[in-house]
Nanobody
Framework: QVELVESGGGLVQPGGSLRLSCAAS????????AAWDRQAPGKQREWVAQ???????NYAGSLEGRFTISRDTANNAVYLQMNSLKPEDTAVYYC???????????????????????WGQGTLVTVSS
């Protein structure tokens, strides 16, 4: 079963940067809307950023200017660039996306797809010196 897979998490020092990626575990995705959430230890899950089908972006107020959500031109992946990281950014980051799923290249060429909306399993970001 196809999944969304996040990558790029890890340990970074305060002030550092990380770039998270979100892509299909197999096959090809054509993303419409996508978003990132996060859940810090002992806290509720919170929305971080979103990108619409048209490419408009929105951010949680405290993160705008430090975080940037984007997707590649073929819409095969979604990214979250995180700069000037702070210890309070430590959390598991989750990717959400909806769009079209193609099992293989032949399906991609012939426009045989399934609609999807999925959450990934998360990737841990730890900001610490």
């Amino acid at each position: 079963q196809v999944e969304l897979v996040e990558s790029g998490g890890g340990l970074v020092q305060p002030g550092g940067s990380l770039r998270l990626s979100c892509a299909a575990s197999e096959g090809f995705f054509r993303f419409n809307a996508a978003a990132w959430d996060r859940q810090a230890p002992g806290k509720q899950r919170e929305w971080v950023a979103q990108i619409t089908r048209g490419g408009s972006t929105n951010y949680a107020g405290s993160l705008e200017g430090r975080f940037t959500i984007s997707r590649d031109t073929a819409n095969n992946a979604v990214y979250l660039q995180m700069n000037s990281l702070k210890p309070e950014d430590t959390a598991v980051y989750y990717c959400y996306a909806d769009g079209r799923y193609y099992l293989n290249y032949a399906d991609l060429v012939n426009e045989r797809y399934r609609n999807f909306n999925l959450w990934g399993q998360g990737t841990l970001v730890t900001v610490s010196s």
